[in-house]
């Protein structure tokens, strides 16, 4: 593995296709690094989607105009995601997907493109819960994660151990998932936001919903990425 090189950061920007390994196989991840990146955002997508999903990658797209580099990540193998049974243990393994996630952000830790740059998450339905484990089992590594469509709550008791600042995102018609984050927010000590955007389902299909995730989490990566806030802060804007 190449080793670390703070320079590579402001210079040419960087998009390839990267393996990250993992005991005898790799993740397949799409990284992006814009020049003078401020920070890293890894993206941790939902049961029955993948690094290339059109929400993900939009939302992606807007961080890079924003200067941050993107690592959209398969969590499963290929051979994992071919002998998957239809029941989706693996899916919905959320142990499993956060370790999946630290060995992606142990190797971002470890590039030369991306060594200095600080770590955010943006987790998308279970991808939401793996983020929050993995970010409660090394919070010293995570800056700031966004969560969108999420379900926090089955991070269960890793919830309290979340130092990073969260931001839950939610549409308005996901009646039952504003509960189960309204519900999991108890739980956390970490500053923590959750907003609802009207007239949204779950997959924010409709006309500038997304956007407006996008809008969303790019402010809070903007204003958390570089340092830690106070921890304790918790707001909820309907």
């Known amino acids: 593995m190449a080793s670390p090189n703070p320079e590579t950061n402001a210079s040419a920007p960087i998009e390839q296709s990267v393996p990250i390994p993992i005991d005898h196989a790799a993740l397949q991840g799409d990284l992006h690094v814009p020049a003078g990146a401020l920070g890293l955002v890894i993206f941790a997508h939902g049961s029955g989607s993948s690094r290339r999903s059109p929400r993900n990658r939009y939302v992606a797209r807007v961080l890079q105009e924003h200067a941050f580099g993107t690592l959209l990540l398969d969590l499963l193998t290929v051979r994992e995601e071919q002998t998957e049974s ?21 190797w971002a ?9 600080p770590i955010g998450y943006f987790g998308a339905s279970t991808g939401s819960a793996a983020a929050l484990v993995a970010a409660a089992r090394q919070p010293e590594n995570i800056r700031a994660i966004v969560s ?15 130092q990073a600042p969260t931001l839950l995102i939610v549409g308005g018609d996901d009646t039952v998932v504003i509960r189960l984050n309204e519900e999991a927010m108890q739980h956390m000590v970490a500053e923590t936001k959750l907003e609802i955007i009207p007239g949204a389902t779950h997959l924010f299909e409709e006309p500038g919903t997304l956007e407006k995730v996008a809008q969303l989490a790019t402010v809070w990566f903007v204003q958390h990425m570089r340092t830690l806030t106070n921890r304790g802060r918790k707001s909820a804007h309907p």
């Open 86 to 106: 239809p029941a989706g243990e693996l899916r919905f393994n959320i142990g499993l997907l956060a370790e999946r996630l630290l060995r992606a952000t142990a």
């Open 109 to 117: 830790r470890e590039s030369r493109y991306t060594s200095t740059l």
């Open 148 to 162: 969108r469509g999420g379900r926090p709550d089955l991070a269960g008791p890793y919830l309290p151990n979340v």
